[in-house]
């Protein structure tokens, strides 16, 4: 990872044994839809109706992070950041109106702000004494989770969007991954290594009965939950490589969505379902694509010798 800040999550990947995205484990699977490398640039230049609706947020890396926004379809890029700090992690309020994201532009400690979405009135959302990653606003536009180091391991927290009612949400000695709230905000799901490997978990909104609903082979990561679908999306290495999975919320019915490109992070559902929006390498750049839920429609939104991460598909614009 490029992030000076992820070192948050380093404790995680080290304990897991693998980073999720390398292809670890193994195990048997359904068959997936696949693209060669020149079929997903033959692709860039078409656009599926179906997918121009919304913007994604994604973060940019051209010698610094900048947070910047794009129509679905790809166009109307925009940096929104446009700073000497690293910037990064993009995550839309429910009604696309801000965006929350993670800087390190006050010291040298990343924490989570919160801006305007066209990248006016940023401000610090809430100080926490370790670095802080992965903003995660809850559906009802209510609360906002995200990662904070508390003596060297990754715990998950909640605030209001305001900054007000900070609460520690995981208190474990494994530590804990990025995190999605649940259709109904009435709690997240996320990674953790608690038991061992890095698997998917749920939990109550105030941190409580943790259900691990994973327990395959290889790495389980990068959960997301949009409110029109009653599956989980999330990465897995169960077949030996990276690939974007979806599941339903108790764990069961498994689906693997897709194995081309390679590198995948951050699957990301379009909030009114459908399609997904994720990060993957291609022969020399990381990409933003978005494809159908059902693996077929893969889409290049992003074409360039850049390194684009942290896709999150938000609303059309307000």
Same mark, same amino acid.
């Given at each position: 990872?490029?992030?000076?800040?992820?070192?948050?999550?380093?404790?995680?990947?080290?304990? &897991?044994?693998?980073?999720?995205?390398?292809?670890?484990?193994?195990? =048997? =699977?359904?068959?997936?839809?696949?693209?060669?490398?020149?079929? /997903?640039?033959?692709?860039?230049?078409?656009?599926?109706?179906?997918?121009?609706?919304?913007?994604?947020? $994604?973060?940019?890396?051209?010698?610094?992070?900048?947070?910047? /926004?794009?129509?679905?379809?790809?166009?109307?890029?925009?940096?929104?950041?446009?700073?000497?700090? +690293?910037?990064?992690?993009?995550?839309? +309020?429910?009604?696309?109106?801000?965006?929350? $994201? *993670? +800087?390190?532009?006050?010291?040298?400690?990343?924490?989570?702000?919160?801006?305007?979405?066209?990248?006016?009135?940023?401000?610090?959302? *809430?100080?926490? @004494?370790?670095?802080? %990653?992965?903003?995660?606003?809850?559906?009802?536009?209510?609360? /906002?989770?995200?990662?904070?180091?508390?003596?060297?391991?990754?715990?998950?927290?909640?605030?209001? !969007?305001?900054?007000?009612?900070?609460?520690?949400?995981?208190?474990?000695?494994? @530590?804990?991954?990025?995190?999605?709230?649940?259709?109904?905000?009435?709690?997240? *799901?996320?990674?953790?290594?608690?038991?061992?490997?890095?698997?998917?978990?749920?939990?109550?909104?105030?941190?409580?009965?943790?259900?691990?609903?994973?327990? %395959?082979?290889?790495?389980?990561?990068?959960?997301?939950?949009?409110?029109?679908?009653?599956?989980? &999306?999330?990465?897995?290495?169960?077949?030996?490589?990276?690939? /974007?999975?979806?599941?339903?919320?108790?764990?069961?019915? @498994?689906?693997?969505?897709?194995?081309? @490109?390679? =590198?995948?992070?951050?699957? #990301?559902?379009?909030?009114?379902?459908?399609?997904?929006?994720?990060?993957?390498?291609?022969? %020399?750049?990381?990409?933003?694509?978005?494809?159908?839920?059902?693996?077929?429609?893969?889409?290049?939104?992003?074409? #360039?010798?850049?390194?684009?991460?942290?896709?999150?598909?938000? !609303?059309?614009?307000?």
């Amino acid at each position: 990872m490029h992030h000076k800040y992820l070192l948050v999550f380093a404790g995680l990947l080290l304990l &897991a044994g693998c980073f999720v995205l390398t292809g670890c484990g193994g195990g =048997g =699977g359904p068959a997936a839809f696949t693209m060669t490398d020149a079929e /997903i640039d033959a692709a860039s230049g078409v656009t599926p109706q179906a997918v121009a609706d919304g913007r994604i947020a $994604f973060t940019r890396y051209r010698g610094n992070y900048d947070v910047w /926004i794009m129509n679905a379809d790809g166009t109307g890029q925009v940096n929104l950041t446009k700073d000497a700090a +690293s910037d990064s992690m993009p995550c839309w +309020s429910p009604d696309g109106a801000k965006i929350a $994201f *993670v +800087s390190d532009r006050i010291g040298s400690l990343a924490q989570v702000f919160v801006m305007n979405a066209n990248g006016s009135g940023a401000v610090r959302l *809430v100080t926490t @004494p370790g670095a802080a %990653s992965h903003p995660a606003w809850s559906h009802n536009g209510k609360k /906002i989770a995200f990662l904070a180091t508390v003596g060297g391991v990754s715990q998950i927290f909640k605030v209001d !969007p305001t900054g007000a009612n900070l609460l520690q949400l995981t208190n474990t000695t494994a @530590p804990n991954g990025p995190m999605a709230w649940l259709p109904d905000s009435s709690g997240l *799901v996320f990674s953790s290594a608690r038991s061992g490997g890095l698997q998917i978990w749920k939990m109550a909104a105030d941190g409580s009965n943790p259900v691990q609903l994973t327990n %395959s082979a290889g790495q389980n990561d990068m959960p997301d939950c949009t409110p029109t679908v009653k599956r989980i &999306a999330f990465t897995s290495t169960r077949d030996g490589a990276s690939a /974007i999975w979806t599941m339903n919320l108790d764990g069961t019915v @498994p689906k693997r969505v897709a194995t081309k @490109p390679t =590198g995948y992070r951050h699957p #990301n559902w379009k909030p009114l379902g459908g399609y997904l929006t994720f990060a993957g390498d291609a022969p %020399s750049s990381r990409e933003i694509y978005t494809i159908l839920a059902n693996g077929t429609g893969i889409f290049r939104a992003t074409n #360039n010798v850049y390194y684009d991460d942290d896709p999150d598909w938000g !609303p059309p614009a307000v």
